[in-house]
């Protein structure tokens, strides 16, 4: 496509070309932080990098400024066949640059950390800049922090040399690491060694930090003196130390692959969010070995002693890991695979756990049942969970025959569970997502007080997904991009590249645990195999892996976008092979427990090291072959844990 140049008009009359090299939409204010904020509290706008000829600009507008103005502007393309930047035009919106206030300089000695002055930039005949509206010099930038505050959503703020704050860029839609990657061509982002989601902002032409630069590019021909000129050069420490070094080889050893000729993985830009660490994992991985299925369980009296005693619940669980278990029998084996039932009980112990557990059902159940219309009017909480209640009720597995049509019993006994389950649990009551959990149970056992009790079970092993912080959620899907970026690397360089290596995508399946992407009948199957804790605590990641291993040529061979990522992962639910699956996800968990420099990060994920008894180094010292956890690692499979989310702490940087 051919360039077209369009100029804008200055305040002092001059014609000059101003080039965009960076726009990002979607990216808001938030003029109020609390949680249940009006909409007009965010304000929509497109975050800028002007390149002025004589000074670059990064700038803010909002989306309804942006649209209003009649003034055309140059932008630039990436040209994918050469790697270079042609120019277009595009004429969806079109910013008069002139009416963009611009910042009033604060001398150094200033340290009163106000937020930085405003000043409206008018053009001849323009009218005053937005109140919200900012442009600052790149070399009026101090520093950068990329932060998050919740799942899905970051936020940059920027620091001017002055010490003054510009109000916080929030990217609903993603693109720190696209602006940061832009600003690179100008000037200098070093990480802080104290904090590495902080960027100190060096104009181009400080040699001496140009120079520590350099010398990270480890594969010179200078390398042999590497260590002498980080002791001589202080400003080095500004990258963090030797603990980045790592990251740094990973990026020198990767072609470059943008217009600005620097790895993805410099300046640990590799993922966008959520934060994900970098892992360098130089171990080859072995061939990945067939694994057969088996049939279900089917007898279940021969498991038992006189008494009624499981004889051996690890050979039970091995057995429903590997085939499931007996429609006739699962009403039975999901009490003790939920631990309603202890597995070492006696027949009359079981009738006496059920009696008492009725009976604190059922006071539990008369709590809430008892509140008259007139107190729930004062109860805004459980009036409010009752009104959650109802709308997902109503929504829930409505084409299974259990819960089918007006007037259902299984609909009343689907809303008194999850109401008793509020009284049961009031610090977590009802969150959406928990009638999804509830509703197999019921089906299977189709009596009150065992489907509640099997719930309370399963929610032993869940509850974290549905807590308000939904820090649970976000370790998990940087669980998973750990797992996926050493099983297949050049498929998360992929998603990356398409904005799509936070892996958002599969929130709905860790949320619910792939009950919405399976058949009503192949859910039974695989939470019963879940449950069973086999191979590993975490085997919904593995899982996870298995069904993008499958989809892995159609993405990588696609020109998907973004949008027709997740359009494509939305619809593959009811066309998966439950079957070729699970034994996917049993072969990946092999292939990885047998590679002898499995890196500690994965490890942790798969339940063979644990965080506590050694804290997780940098990625260079990750894999340790004489490690006491390495001689120890077999394929055989622990023990069921209370949780099913493994937390990994976040390794200390060194000095």
């Given at each position: 496509?051919?360039?077209?140049?369009?100029?804008?008009?200055?305040?002092?009359?001059?014609?000059?070309?101003?080039?965009?090299?960076?726009?990002?939409?979607?990216?808001?204010?938030?003029?109020?932080?609390?949680?249940?904020?009006?909409?007009?509290?965010?304000?929509?706008?497109?975050?800028?990098?002007?390149?002025?000829?004589?000074?670059?600009?990064?700038?803010?507008?909002?989306?309804?400024?942006?649209?209003?103005?009649?003034?055309?502007?140059?932008?630039?393309?990436?040209?994918?066949?050469?790697?270079?930047?042609?120019?277009?035009?595009?004429?969806?919106?079109?910013?008069?640059?002139?009416?963009?206030?611009?910042?009033?300089?604060?001398?150094?000695?200033?340290?009163?950390?106000?937020?930085?002055?405003?000043?409206?930039?008018?053009?001849?005949?323009?009218?005053?800049?937005?109140?919200?509206?900012?442009?600052?010099?790149?070399?009026?930038?101090?520093?950068?922090?990329?932060?998050?505050?919740?799942?899905?959503?970051?936020?940059?703020?920027?620091?001017?040399?002055?010490?003054?704050?510009?109000?916080?860029?929030?990217?609903?839609?993603?693109?720190?690491?696209?602006?940061?990657?832009?600003?690179?061509?100008?000037?200098?982002?070093?990480?802080?060694?104290?904090?590495?989601?902080?960027?100190?902002?060096?104009?181009?032409?400080?040699?001496?930090?140009?120079?520590?630069?350099?010398?990270?590019?480890?594969?010179?021909?200078?390398?042999?003196?590497?260590?002498?000129?980080?002791?001589?050069?202080?400003?080095?420490?500004?990258?963090?130390?030797?603990?980045?070094?790592?990251?740094?080889?990973?990026?020198?050893?990767?072609?470059?692959?943008?217009?600005?000729?620097?790895?993805?993985?410099?300046?640990?830009?590799?993922?966008?969010?959520?934060?994900?660490?970098?892992?360098?994992?130089?171990?080859?991985?072995?061939?990945?070995?067939?694994?057969?299925?088996?049939?279900?369980?089917?007898?279940?009296?021969?498991?038992?002693?006189?008494?009624?005693?499981?004889?051996?619940?690890?050979?039970?669980?091995?057995?429903?890991?590997?085939?499931?278990?007996?429609?006739?029998?699962?009403?039975?084996?999901?009490?003790?695979?939920?631990?309603?039932?202890?597995?070492?009980?006696?027949?009359?112990?079981?009738?006496?756990?059920?009696?008492?557990?009725?009976?604190?059902?059922?006071?539990?159940?008369?709590?809430?049942?008892?509140?008259?219309?007139?107190?729930?009017?004062?109860?805004?909480?459980?009036?409010?969970?009752?009104?959650?209640?109802?709308?997902?009720?109503?929504?829930?597995?409505?084409?299974?025959?259990?819960?089918?049509?007006?007037?259902?019993?299984?609909?009343?006994?689907?809303?008194?569970?999850?109401?008793?389950?509020?009284?049961?649990?009031?610090?977590?009551?009802?969150?959406q997502g928990m009638s999804d959990l509830l509703s197999p149970i019921l089906f299977i056992t189709q009596n009150e007080v065992e489907a509640f009790w099997c719930l309370v079970g399963f929610m032993e092993l869940v509850h974290h997904?549905?807590?308000?912080?939904?820090?649970?959620?976000?370790?998990?899907?940087?669980?998973?991009?750990?797992?996926?970026?050493?099983?297949?690397?050049?498929?998360?360089?992929?998603?990356?590249?398409?904005?799509?290596?936070?892996?958002?995508?599969?929130?709905?399946?860790?949320?619910?645990?792939?009950?919405?992407?399976?058949?009503?009948?192949?859910?039974?199957?695989?939470?019963?195999?879940?449950?069973?804790?086999?191979?590993?605590?975490?085997?919904?990641?593995?899982?996870?892996?298995?069904?993008?291993?499958?989809?892995?040529?159609?993405?990588?061979?696609?020109?998907?976008?973004?949008?027709?990522?997740?359009?494509?992962?939305?619809?593959?639910?009811?066309?998966?092979?439950?079957?070729?699956?699970?034994?996917?996800?049993?072969?990946?968990?092999?292939q990885l427990t047998a590679c002898p420099d499995l890196p500690v990060k994965v490890q942790a994920v798969l339940g063979l090291f644990s965080p506590v008894e050694a804290p997780l180094s940098d990625p260079s010292s990750q894999s340790d072959p004489s490690s006491p956890q390495s001689e120890s690692r077999t394929a055989d499979s622990p023990s069921q844990p209370e949780s099913?989310?493994?937390?990994?702490?976040?390794?200390?940087?060194?000095?």
């Amino acid at each position: 496509m051919g360039s077209i140049r369009n100029t804008i008009m200055e305040s002092s009359g001059s014609h000059n070309s101003h080039k965009v090299v960076f726009e990002k939409e979607g990216v808001y204010l938030h003029t109020s932080s609390k949680r249940n904020a009006d909409q007009s509290s965010l304000i929509p706008g497109i975050v800028y990098l002007v390149d002025r000829g004589t000074e670059t600009t990064l700038e803010w507008r909002p989306l309804e400024e942006v649209k209003g103005n009649a003034a055309q502007f140059l932008f630039t393309k990436k040209d994918t066949s050469n790697s270079e930047e042609v120019m277009t035009f595009d004429p969806g919106y079109e910013p008069d640059w002139a009416v963009i206030s611009t910042i009033k300089t604060r001398p150094h000695g200033d340290a009163t950390g106000s937020r930085p002055a405003a000043v409206g930039g008018l053009s001849p005949g323009g009218s005053a800049g937005s109140l919200h509206s900012f442009s600052v010099p790149l070399s009026e930038l101090h520093s950068l922090r990329r932060s998050r505050f919740s799942l899905g959503r970051s936020f940059m703020v920027l620091t001017s040399r002055g010490g003054g704050t510009f109000p916080a860029l929030h990217f609903h839609r993603g693109g720190t690491r696209g602006l940061l990657r832009a600003l690179q061509r100008y000037v200098i982002l070093a990480p802080s060694p104290v904090d590495n989601r902080l960027f100190l902002v060096y104009p181009h032409d400080s040699s001496a930090l140009s120079q520590s630069f350099d010398e990270l590019q480890m594969f010179d021909d200078g390398t042999h003196d590497l260590v002498s000129r980080f002791i001589q050069d202080p400003y080095a420490t500004t990258f963090g130390g030797f603990s980045k070094v790592t990251n740094f080889f990973r990026g020198a050893l990767r072609p470059p692959d943008s217009a600005l000729g620097r790895p993805a993985g410099s300046l640990g830009l590799a993922e966008d969010e959520p934060e994900f660490e970098l892992i360098s994992c130089e171990a080859e991985l072995g061939p990945r070995l067939p694994v057969q299925r088996a049939e279900p369980l089917d007898k279940w009296e021969e498991h038992l002693d006189p008494e009624g005693r499981v004889l051996n619940p690890e050979r039970v669980k091995e057995q429903i890991f590997r085939g499931g278990v007996s429609p006739s029998l699962r009403r039975e084996v999901w009490k003790f695979l939920l631990g309603f039932y202890p597995w070492e009980s006696t027949i009359q112990e079981r009738q006496d756990i059920l009696r008492k557990k009725t009976d604190e059902y059922f006071r539990m159940k008369v709590q809430w049942k008892s509140v008259s219309e007139e107190q729930e009017m004062r109860n805004s909480l459980l009036r409010g969970y009752r009104s959650l209640i109802d709308r997902d009720v109503s929504r829930t597995d409505r084409c299974h025959r259990f819960f089918s049509g007006n007037d259902n019993p299984g609909l009343t006994l689907l809303n008194d569970v999850l109401m008793t389950y509020c009284m049961y649990n009031f610090d977590l009551g009802y969150v959406q997502g928990m009638s999804d959990l509830l509703s197999p149970i019921l089906f299977i056992t189709q009596n009150e007080v065992e489907a509640f009790w099997c719930l309370v079970g399963f929610m032993e092993l869940v509850h974290h997904n549905f807590e308000e912080s939904q820090e649970a959620m976000k370790q998990q899907l940087i669980q998973l991009n750990i797992l996926l970026r050493t099983l297949d690397p050049e498929l998360c360089d992929f998603l990356d590249s398409k904005d799509s290596g936070t892996l958002c995508f599969c929130f709905r399946w860790l949320l619910i645990w792939f009950k919405r992407e399976f058949s009503f009948e192949d859910v039974l199957k695989l939470w019963e195999v879940m449950w069973t804790g086999l191979p590993c605590a975490n085997l919904h990641l593995l899982l996870a892996c298995a069904i993008l291993d499958s989809q892995r040529g159609e993405l990588i061979n696609s020109d998907f976008d973004f949008n027709d990522i997740l359009k494509h992962i939305n619809e593959l639910n009811m066309k998966l092979d439950l079957e070729d699956l699970l034994c996917r996800a049993e072969s990946i968990f092999k292939q990885l427990t047998a590679c002898p420099d499995l890196p500690v990060k994965v490890q942790a994920v798969l339940g063979l090291f644990s965080p506590v008894e050694a804290p997780l180094s940098d990625p260079s010292s990750q894999s340790d072959p004489s490690s006491p956890q390495s001689e120890s690692r077999t394929a055989d499979s622990p023990s069921q844990p209370e949780s099913s989310i493994e937390v990994l702490t976040t390794p200390p940087s060194e000095p």
